[in-house]
């Protein structure tokens, strides 16, 4: 484990859950995961992946490496959800983050991205980026616009869904701090 990396355990708004950084050993994280993720990339309305991705590189994907992976659990230990956190680019663009996001009940994704906010700010990230976010992902798009993200470009057509065609994927962008201040303001 990274001695850089402090342990993040933080009980979000959504009712009993705790969100917690996942541990790539761990059979039984990677198993929940799993559970979530091949359903998502199987429907292929959100994520840029193959439908039938298998599940090695599905979790390759998700929790590899410089991914920090974190999931939300019930107050029984049920992971309910998942998101990572990671530079968006390597050198002069990795002060930006990109996150990815999943769950399986509704009201864990603002926690998520709540928390995901708090990871960000802490590890220094001035911005947050999403890349790709499909229009179709109304929930998704709302949440994001809710939480002070901006459309920031349009790719026209650029996501082939599969019951919608070719629809537009948008680029999301929100600050993580006042301009002039440290990012860890």
């Known amino acids: 484990r990274d001695p850089a990396r402090r342990r993040s355990t933080l009980r979000m708004s959504a009712p ?57 659990t019930t107050g029984e230990g049920e992971i309910v959800g998942t998101y990572f956190l990671t530079p968006n680019q390597r050198g002069g663009g990795a002060h930006v983050c ?4 999943a769950s399986t009940i509704r009201g864990v994704g603002t926690a998520l ?22 229009s179709s992902n109304v929930s998704a798009v709302r949440l994001w616009e809710r939480h002070g993200f901006d459309v920031v470009g349009r790719l026209p057509g650029a996501f082939q869904h599969p019951r919608e065609g070719f629809v537009d994927a948008l680029v999301m962008y929100r600050q993580l701090h006042d301009e002039g201040q440290p990012a860890s303001a």
């Open 16 to 72: 009993n859950i705790v969100i917690r950084e996942s541990h790539r050993e761990s059979e039984a994280d990677m198993a929940a995961l799993w559970r979530i993720l091949q359903p998502i990339f199987a429907a292929g309305e959100t994520y840029c992946m193959p439908r039938d991705v298998s599940q090695l590189d599905a979790l390759d994907y998700w929790s590899g490496r410089p991914h920090r992976t974190f999931v939300a």
């Open 98 to 101: 990109n996150c990815g996001f």
């Open 113 to 134: 991205l709540q928390h995901a906010l708090t990871e960000a700010r802490s590890a220094s990230f001035r911005a947050m980026q999403f890349n790709f976010v499909v």
